[in-house]
T-cell receptor
């Protein structure tokens, strides 16, 4: 069965430093997509970055990059130069062809950026 | 371009009362999802629409939950009657052609 695992319930990082949020997944499908979302205390889910299973290059979006290691089935999110506004819950999600591309979410990681 | 719109943002009701949530997806997005997010967890799918057709509703508690997307655009999710355990955030999302999924701000439901 497809599964998304986020093992870090909470992370702390100093402002301006980089932080890596872990995500591992399990699927037997060859075609799948990996997503990261940010959910601030206001509750909205903000799309950050997407990586397709066939993409050879790691996805990057501004200060966000996805460290995609296909053989290890990991899709860690790297946030560079953390800002106070980055404090939020971060969810990793996966969708796959056999599941009609319906995203399944991990339990999330709470990130706190302190000055 | 407007994002996914949901209303209301907050709703407080007493148990056994009915409640309805509305969602308008991003224009042109044929796929619409309703999720429920319990406190401290990730969203869990309730139902998925492709245009006006509900193609995956296996997680929808059909005894009390119903949904519709009559014209294949906006959608309504209803709970009747609500129970204490229904307290959660109800998220609507729509999907673009390149498989990016965009969420609305959610409706935070509290059942007393």
């Amino acid at each position: 069965a497809q599964k998304i695992t986020q093992t870090q319930p909470g992370m702390f990082v100093q402002e301006k430093e980089a932080v890596t949020l872990d995500c591992t997944y399990d699927t037997s499908d060859q075609s799948y997509g990996l997503f990261w979302y940010k959910q601030p205390s206001s509750g909205e889910m903000i799309f950050l970055i997407y990586q397709g299973s066939y993409d050879e290059q790691n996805a990057t979006e501004g200060r966000y990059s996805l460290n995609f290691q296909k053989a290890r089935k990991s899709a860690n999110l790297v946030i560079s130069a953390s800002q106070l506004g980055d404090s939020a819950m971060y969810f990793c999600a996966m969708s796959w062809s056999g599941g009609s591309y319906i995203p399944t979410f991990g339990r999330g990681t709470s990130l706190i950026v302190h000055p | 371009e407007a994002g996914v719109v949901q209303s209301p943002r907050y709703k407080i009701i007493e148990k056994k009362q009915p409640v309805a949530f509305w969602c308008n997806p991003i224009s042109g997005h044929n796929t619409l999802y309703w999720y429920r997010q319990n406190l401290g967890q990730g969203p869990e799918l309730l139902i998925r629409y492709e245009n006006e057709e509900a193609v995956d509703d296996s997680q929808l508690p059909k005894d009390r939950f119903s949904a519709e997307r009559l014209k294949g655009v906006d959608s309504t999710l209803k709970i009747q009657p609500a129970e204490l355990g229904d307290s959660a955030v109800y998220l609507c999302a729509s999907r673009s052609l390149v498989n990016e999924q965009f969420f609305g701000p959610g409706t935070r439901l509290t059942v007393l």
